[in-house]
């Protein structure tokens, strides 16, 4: 797979080490306790939707939409995790693919796990998951607004796989994203959650106590299904209302309009960007 989060290195290392195995919007009352008044309406995609390490060129970009096949894309916004360096992802870039019609999906690859067993930049312990998590969500909402994504944008934390059956991480974890989706919340931009049906997913559709957590949930299971409801592994109640995206395909290389990606493939139903 490429080097999307963390290094391709140490994102099989992550993965092997959960023993993951690979195969082949929310409504306002899931986002915060505000009142509805207070937020912009939420954009929502529902479609197919690729995300690449890097963000494609405005050409390839201007291709693939007119091939038809995908018409949202997901970027990596920022984060001391992030696999890639963005020379395409600038102001004017998210502008300009928003009025070729993409809808754009934002990525933080903030800090990652105590326990992960995998090489990164960026970490949290137990002692320091509510304020790096704080800070994660200050940057990410700096890095969105600077490209142009106004409040009522969803920014979807960037979680890689660890061992969730570690009480003491896990518990760490979720104070990490509680306080990196409240910090978001405070300033109108809704939670999203990236992780792996098998680990960082799972441990928030499945977390008891709801508080704080993400409104909406982005789950890795490569089975080759384009469904955001068929193959939902937890509670079929959870994040209705137009809160899942699912990452079905990874590492896909492909050719559209005489440019060729390698992409992660999504099914997507889902708030996206709001770009002026």
């Not at 490429?2 to 099989?12: G, I």
């Not at 105590?114 to 704080?134: D, H, I, L, M, Y």
């Amino acid at each position: 797979m490429p080097k999307h989060r963390l290094s391709k290195k140490s994102r099989y290392i992550a993965l092997a080490a959960t023993g993951v195995v690979v195969v082949a919007g929310a409504g306002i009352a899931a986002q915060t306790s505000m009142a509805a008044s207070a937020w912009p309406a939420q954009k929502t995609f529902t479609g197919r939707a690729f995300d690449a390490c890097t963000a494609p060129s405005l050409p390839a970009m201007s291709a693939w939409k007119k091939d038809g096949y995908y018409s949202g894309v997901a970027v990596y916004v920022g984060g001391k995790n992030r696999g890639c360096a963005q020379p395409n992802l600038t102001r004017s870039w998210a502008k300009s693919v928003n009025t070729l019609g993409w809808r754009v999906i934002p990525l933080y690859v903030g800090a990652q796990p105590p326990c992960q067993k995998s090489g990164n930049k960026e970490r949290f312990t137990a002692a320091t998951a509510t304020s790096v998590g704080v800070s994660n969500a200050k940057d990410a909402i700096a890095k969105a607004s600077a490209l142009g994504m106004k409040p009522g944008s969803p920014v979807y934390l960037n979680m890689e796989s660890y061992d969730i059956a570690d009480k003491a991480c896990n518990d760490a974890t979720l104070t990490y994203v509680r306080a990196f989706t409240k910090t978001l919340r405070a300033k109108t931009y809704r939670g999203g959650l990236y992780g792996f049906s098998s680990s960082s997913a799972k441990a928030i559709a499945t977390a008891k106590d709801r508080t704080d957590l993400p409104g909406n949930l982005w789950y890795a299971l490569w089975n080759g299904q384009e469904t955001t409801t068929k193959d939902w592994p937890w509670d079929p109640k959870l994040y209705t209302g137009h809160s899942r995206g699912h990452q079905y395909k990874a590492n896909s290389k492909e050719t559209r309009g005489g440019y060729t990606i390698n992409v992660d493939r999504n099914a997507w139903d889902a708030p996206v960007a709001i770009i002026g």
